[in-house]
């Protein structure tokens, strides 16, 4: 380390400081003492050097203190602990390979290096003899990105990568650049394998109870070109379909489809599975599963208009692209009302001047359907008012006007989307009564009037937030016009579906007045991945409470129970299960909320990790490339020896890292203490000689 001391001020002032203490011990000690000549030089030194050195310390000086710190070279060995090793290896070859990365770690250790040895997770390892082999995934990208960021501004001289040099996770590496050598050493087979693989499965994950529904197996081989391959489809180990299909004379994929019948609701758990043949190199990529949620019943919609309109359509074609909804048109002449329980009704220009389906309107009001008011020509402004919670007009001489929409930008009841946001300025206008507007109730607007360039406070669609008495209101017609010229700026509905969607799906959504509730996170898991709770409890007043015993109990397909005891706070309110096998899983929780007995049940699933077996044919070409690429090396497999002679003979040198630090040196303690040292002994020797 090497120290220099600095001043804030010039270095001649040091001669003011010492002659500001020789004067001062001058005055106190050249005059008669009761001591003798010697004891007064020995006393006015002492003064001479506290004065002194205080008023050196007035200046301000400080202290540089340049610091050198050597960093060893480091290399990072990354060793590939995929499944798809065990594929290709044996037990013994999978035991020499790891007995030849041992050697190379120790025989690396000896120099000059600093070692670090990790698996494509990025979990510290000391020696490769208990090593497994159980990855379920492979991304090499995202390993090699970790490395690069966590040896940011350290020396790091090159890294090793030990692999098959399969990815099935993340982008190809070969498309980043790395700030260090890759020496890169091929292990597994390049040899293809005469294999069958199922390699995806294509399915919807929601399906409505009754309904049939398409299942693809997408299936690709190696070696049985051109010969018949059969595909079972098995439910709770019910065999529900069976297909005999002849593979393709060449490698691509032949893709299978199923009809399958949507049966029970809930979770259910689909087996495909391709029925081995005669000298297949792994049987264990010849199944997938797949977990599909069977629901009860679709959303229903009504939609009731007093006569054809171009905006029925329009609306039509937004409602009908979400699977989630049912709609019933009633026009009159054209088809009737089946009365039933609807999620939403939206009422097309009603109520009109001839008391169309007045009936039915007070019905559904008085079922507390939620409405969706549009506006038009026909419409009973009278009765509007007098009906909806949302909005009060009062035209003036029945007269119209064209108005533009503008977005409010305060709306907060749910987002609207990029897509919206980017249409709505371009938007032509639409026609509306005019007059006054008011809004009455809990309402929000999420468009406004605007007459030109100018935007009026006047709403053009609002929405009530009650959720209790859930309605929404347009006023006015014409939104044919907004869907098509979307369509010509963008070639498609995105913005103008996405709007009404969401006001559709805000206004039939039915609120969850529970107040226990306990469901996962995420409803489909892999099997590496814990699965997580969230848990809400609230009060009568439905305010979160905590501090609750929660009793989880989850059933296998087995029925085998797995029971767990938990207590939420406000800073954890998850509970995480690690472990579980795949599966389907129903679960129950239970509390005591108030002294009353809670209870809610569910379903979830847990998938099994099964890419690492679509593919097995080791990628040496892609480790060449990254060797080439960053600077580095391939090697083979037998060549891992040449490889660490390489390292060894490379001349990695060390690197200096210099810090520069000021300390003022009024602040060394040690100083402190060295003046109240010297003023003591002054004192004391004053006082041993008789003075004062």
């Not at 011990?25 to 006393?43: A, D, E, G, H, V």
């Not at 402004?381 to 009062?394: G, M, S, Y």
């Not at 070639?491 to 039915?510: H, P, R, T």
């Not at 609230?538 to 085998?560: P, V």
């Amino acid at each position: 380390m090497d120290k220099k001391i600095i001043f804030e001020t010039s270095p001649w002032f040091i001669i003011v400081c010492m002659l500001t203490g020789l004067i001062y011990s001058l005055i106190l000690y050249k005059r008669k003492n009761p001591w003798t000549t010697r004891q007064s030089f020995l006393l006015g030194f002492i003064r001479f050097l506290t004065v002194s050195l205080i008023a050196f310390l007035l200046l301000g000086p400080l202290i540089r203190q340049i610091q050198n710190i050597i960093i060893k070279p480091s290399i990072v060995i990354v060793i590939d602990n995929s499944q798809s090793i065990t594929y290709n290896y044996s037990e013994t070859e999978i035991n020499n390979l790891n007995s030849d990365l041992n050697r190379i770690i120790e025989n690396l250790s000896f120099n000059d290096y600093q070692i670090e040895v990790q698996d494509l997770g990025g979990n510290k390892i000391s020696l490769a003899s208990n090593f497994t082999y159980d990855q379920p995934a492979t991304n090499l990208s995202k390993t090699l990105n970790d490395i690069e960021d966590r040896y940011e501004g350290r020396n790091l001289s090159g890294v090793i990568l030990i692999s098959d040099g399969i990815y099935n996770q993340g982008m190809s590496p070969v498309y980043e650049n790395y700030s260090f050598p890759l020496f890169t050493v091929g292990i597994g087979d390049t040899v293809k394998k005469q294999d069958i693989i199922l390699k995806s499965l294509l399915y919807n994950k929601i399906v409505y109870q009754g309904n049939r529904f398409p299942l693809f197996a997408e299936i690709s081989n190696y070696g049985y070109m051109g010969e018949g391959i059969t595909i079972d489809v098995i439910k709770n180990n019910q065999t529900l379909a069976t297909k005999t299909v002849s593979l393709p004379k060449n490698t691509g994929i032949q893709k299978v489809e199923f009809e399958l019948k949507a049966e029970n609701s809930g979770i259910q758990r689909y087996i495909i599975s391709v029925r081995p043949k005669s000298n297949e190199f792994s049987r264990s990529n010849n199944s997938k599963e797949a977990y599909i949620e069977i629901v009860e019943g679709k959303e229903k919609i009504l939609l009731l208009a007093p006569a054809p309109h171009p905006d029925i359509k329009v609306l039509r074609n937004a409602i009908l692209k979400n699977d989630n909804y049912e709609l019933q048109l009633v026009i009159p002449e054209i088809s009737d009302y089946q009365d039933d329980k609807y999620d939403l009704a939206i009422l097309h220009q009603l109520p009109d001047n001839k008391n169309t389906f007045n009936s039915i309107i007070e019905n559904l009001k008085r079922e507390n359907t939620p409405l969706f008011y549009i506006l038009g020509s026909k419409t009973n402004i009278t009765q509007f008012n007098n009906l909806n919670r949302c909005l009060t007009v009062r035209p003036l001489r029945n007269q119209f006007d064209n108005v533009f929409p503008a977005l409010n930008t305060n709306f907060t009841l749910f987002n609207i989307t990029n897509e919206t946001q980017n249409i709505i300025t371009d938007l032509p206008p639409i026609l509306v009564p005019f007059g006054e507007y008011t809004i009455k109730g809990e309402v929000e607007v999420i468009l406004f009037q605007q007459i030109g360039k100018i935007i009026t406070n006047k709403p053009l669609l609002t929405i009530n937030k009650n959720q209790t008495l859930k309605e929404a209101v347009l006023a006015g017609e014409g939104t044919w016009q907004w869907r098509l010229n979307e369509y010509m700026e963008n070639f498609e509905f995105n913005g103008f579906d996405g709007l009404f969607g969401k006001i559709i799906q805000y206004l039939s959504a039915k609120e969850d007045k529970r107040k226990f509730r306990v469901y996962p996170v995420n409803n489909e898991q892999w099997d590496n991945e814990p699965v997580v709770f969230e848990t809400e409890i609230y009060n009568d007043i439905y305010e979160k409470i905590y501090g609750q015993r929660i009793d989880l109990i989850i059933r296998n397909e087995n029925d085998s129970s797995f029971e767990y005891s938990y207590i939420i706070s406000p800073a954890n309110s998850r509970f995480r299960i690690s472990g579980l096998d795949p599966g389907v899983y129903q679960y129950t929780a239970k509390s005591v909320i108030n002294g009353e007995n809670a209870e809610v049940n569910g379903m979830f699933s847990v998938k099994k990790m099964q890419i690492e077996t679509t593919t097995l044919t080791a990628n040496h070409n892609l480790l060449k490339e990254l060797a080439r690429q960053s600077g580095g090396q391939f090697y083979a497999r037998e060549q891992m020896d040449n490889l660490q002679t390489e390292i060894k003979n490379t001349d990695i040198k060390s690197m200096i890292v210099s810090s520069e630090n000021y300390l003022a040196i009024i602040n060394l303690k040690w100083l402190f203490f060295l003046i109240l040292m010297i003023i003591t002994i002054e004192w004391g020797v004053r006082k041993y000689l008789g003075g004062y």
